[in-house]
């Protein structure tokens, strides 16, 4: 967890607690800086989640998110710990995040990182 960005994130009661569905998130302003070069990256995140009890608020993710901006974080790191976060907070069935970053030297990265809960 970096600098307690977690705390940013809120969530409401799943009306539907009963059902599987799956909820789509997606963040196409996503922005962290190198911690290399000092350059900003600049992704899409997609957050793919089977809610159990709670749901997370959008605002509050988007808020998270932004706390992002001026973090020296590698790729890998920043798409493990968005997800780290997001499950703590949210404890759903299933969640899958995929980060695909826009070019940097002719190279795209697509990170994809995934959570099953323990029955």
Known sequence: MSKNFRDMLETFDNEFPER??????TCPEFTSVCPKTGQPDF???LFEYVPDKVCVELKSLKM?????RSE???YEK????????FVAVSQPRRATLTARFTPRGGISSVITVEHIAQS
């Open 64 to 68: 998270y998110l932004q706390q992002y």
């Open 43 to 45: 992704g899409v995140l």
């Open 20 to 25: 599987d569905y799956t909820i789509e998130i």
């Open 72 to 74: 020296g974080i590698f």
């Open 78 to 85: 920043v798409t493990n710990e968005i997800l780290d976060d």
